[in-house]
Nanobody, 121 residues
Framework: QVQLVESGGGLVQPGGSLRLSCAAS????????MGWYRQAPGKQRELVGT???????TYSDSLKARSTISRNNAKRTVDLQMSSLNAEDTATYYC???????????????WGQGTQVTVSS
């Protein structure tokens, strides 16, 4: 009923940049928060950043200087741009959305299937 579909990712050279995109679709009334998390092998999932409905962004302190998250409310999409990548950025990146479904009054959290980013020469 609700899907988050990610695109982008793949192999990135050290020092390079990435751009990921995510689109929400389905029976949605409104997307409240939308953004990105990541999970490296053997580690817990961590916040990259999110953007609320008014466009205010929250970032992980450790990634804020290298990351930009933007969203298009009309298209229900969110993009992540990250620069100066290194091996520690290798992870599966997950799109996240907190939204209101049609016929519901509460918010529900949804996750994309994840897209792999590998930083290597």
């Amino acid at each position: 009923q609700v899907q988050l579909v990610e695109s982008g990712g793949g192999l990135v050279q050290p020092g390079g940049s990435l751009r990921l995109s995510c689109a929400a679709s389905g029976r949605i009334v409104n997307v409240i928060d939308m953004g990105w998390y990541r999970q490296a092998p053997g580690k817990q999932r961590e916040l990259v950043g999110t953007v609320n409905l008014s466009g205010s962004a929250t970032y992980s302190d450790s990634l804020k200087a290298r990351s930009t998250i933007s969203r298009n409310n009309a298209k229900r999409t969110v993009d992540l741009q990250m620069s100066s990548l290194n091996a520690e950025d290798t992870a599966t990146y997950y799109c996240f959305a907190r939204l209101v479904r049609t016929g519901d009054i509460r918010t529900t959290n949804y996750w994309g299937q994840g897209t792999q980013v590998t930083v290597s020469s």
